[in-house]
């Protein structure tokens, strides 16, 4: 009997604590509009070129057996990639976008420079 009062309760918390990521941009109707969003790029950088990748994920989670409750959801995660060349220094920088349908900020800048003289990474 304690274990039938105990499933429900698993149940509610696999499905309120298995939330997917999903930063992919909604999907548009043949009749929408052009969808057009605007990024940011930090002050001083040429951008060289850019790339969108997504990748789809499904997140299956629960248990199998007579009481028991499998949820499925469908998600993705959505990246843009710049690769920019700072005009003063000439550096090469690297920025990541995600979510860009919420965010206009890169969400990580990655700056390549040469190593030192002695042959390693600083």
Known sequence: MRTLMFLPAMAFLTIACGTT???????????APVG????EIPEGL????AS?????????SGTSGTFGVTT??????????V???????QEQ??????????????I??????TAGATGRSQ
């Open 83 to 89: 690769l920019a060349v700072d005009r003063a220094t």
């Open 21 to 31: 990521v999903n930063t992919l941009p909604p999907v548009a109707s043949p009749s």
């Open 108 to 113: 990580q800048v990655i700056r390549f420079r």
């Open 46 to 49: 040429e951008v060289r070129s």
């Open 36 to 39: 057009e969003l605007v990024l």
């Open 52 to 60: 969108y990748s997504a990748t789809m994920y499904s997140d299956v």
């Open 72 to 81: 499925t959801s469908v998600g993705g995660r959505a990246f843009v990639q």
């Open 93 to 106: 920088v690297l920025l990541v976008y995600e979510n860009i349908s919420t965010r206009t900020k890169p």
